[in-house]
């Protein structure tokens, strides 16, 4: 009976609670995005009440779902006095702010928390109210794609549907729409206490240059956000201002597998897991191959634009912006290697030739 999800991190939000670990309480709530059919949400409990790690997205059914796992869990709202945020999209951020709003819950990330989704609004400001759909829509579009990528093209925006619902509601549907404020930025290796236990935050730029793991090493727990995830791998964006992300992401996993004593992984989707340097090689594993494939495109290709390279990497259905940008972050990870060249031709397009090696 019911359906069979192929990766876990698909599967539907679960309306149970469940205590993954002692004090700490694994709730599920909903979002539809594409891979995704949940987000987990963990409530970490001490007698100073309770801090959710990554709480949905914003709108009210991502809302109405926390209430209803808070309510099975007999943990009225208000015990919530802090919001971890893991990093900055908003199935993780999205709830942070109304908890902010509704029962003062401080809104806690890694220092360098940011989103474009927060500036594009921002700079609307209160003029939003006064605009149409359509005006929204066309200036979120110009937004979009008045620069080019650093690999030259212009990005595709949206569907406009998609942008009216979930731009209108950010411009439009209050403050709780907007990338949060976060009342408490932390860096590197500071100390949290929370759950009757001593964490220390571990940064772990890739997926997002802000992305942050929780670690508790007397406990073995490690909350892992999406840098650590059980079936899927993280999209590794190439426009950010880390100079090769892949690297980063690489040096990252390193340090997640590296940790000591790691006995369970709590992932913002799917289940625990217990261990971790394994997954991290996995997913390490799964680049290098990656990299690989790029590389036994060489004499085919040439030189060629990042998008004739992304075809390479990736099936047709996911083509666009998101694999041209995992495809530059791999071109350019070879580049700092020293096995490709780049060129810029006259329409702006960076090139890629990838050296063919000897063997
Ligand atoms: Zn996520």
């Not at 360098?112 to 605009?131: H, R």
């Not at 690989?292 to 390279?309: K, M, N």
Request: aromatic share 6%; with cysteine.
């Amino acid at each position: 009976m019911g359906q069979t999800y192929r990766k876990q991190e698909q599967e539907p939000a679960s309306e149970d609670v469940i205590e993954v670990a002692p004090d700490i309480l694994r709730m599920q709530l909903p979002i539809s995005m594409p891979g995704l059919g949940h987000v987990n949400c963990y409530a970490l409990i001490d007698g100073d009440g309770v801090a959710l790690v990554d709480p949905g997205l914003p709108g009210d059914a991502s809302w109405n779902a926390l209430l209803d796992r808070l309510k099975k869990a007999e943990i009225p709202v208000e015990r919530v006095h802090t919001a971890i945020v893991t990093h900055s999209h908003p199935d993780h951020y999205g709830g942070s702010t109304q908890l902010h709003e509704e029962v003062g819950a401080e809104i806690l990330t890694h220092e360098s928390f940011e989103s474009f989704s927060g500036q594009a609004n921002d700079d609307l400001g209160a003029a939003a109210l006064d605009m149409t759909d359509e005006e929204i829509v066309e200036h979120w579009k110009e937004r979009m794609t008045s620069e080019p990528t650093p690999w030259g093209t212009r990005l595709e925006p949206p569907p406009d549907e998609a942008l009216i619902r979930y731009i209108r509601d950010g411009a439009r549907g209050g403050q709780r729409f907007l990338t949060p404020q976060p009342t408490i930025r932390v860096g590197d290796n500071a100390p949290l206490t929370y759950a009757r236990r001593e964490w220390f935050t571990v940064h772990t730029p890739g997926h997002t240059v802000d992305h942050l793991c929780l670690w508790d090493p007397e406990g073995g727990v490690l909350l892992s956000g999406d840098h650590v995830l059980p079936t899927i791998t993280p999209h590794i964006s190439g426009s950010t201002e880390l100079g090769d992300p892949l690297a980063a992401f690489f040096a990252s996993l390193d340090r997640v597998a590296a940790l000591d004593g790691v006995t369970t992984v709590l992932p913002a989707h799917g289940h625990p897991l217990d261990e971790a340097a394994q997954r991290c090689d996995h997913i390490k594993v799964h680049h290098e191959e990656r990299l690989d494939v790029l590389r036994e495109a060489a004499d085919g290709l040439g030189d060629a634009p990042v998008d004739e390279w992304m075809k390479i990497l990736f099936r047709e259905r996911s083509w666009g912006g998101m694999a041209a940008s995992e495809t530059f972050a791999h071109l350019e990870h070879l580049r700092v290697l020293g096995e490709a060249a780049t060129r810029r031709d006259a329409d702006g397009l960076l090139h890629y030739e990838i050296s063919v090696s000897e063997s």
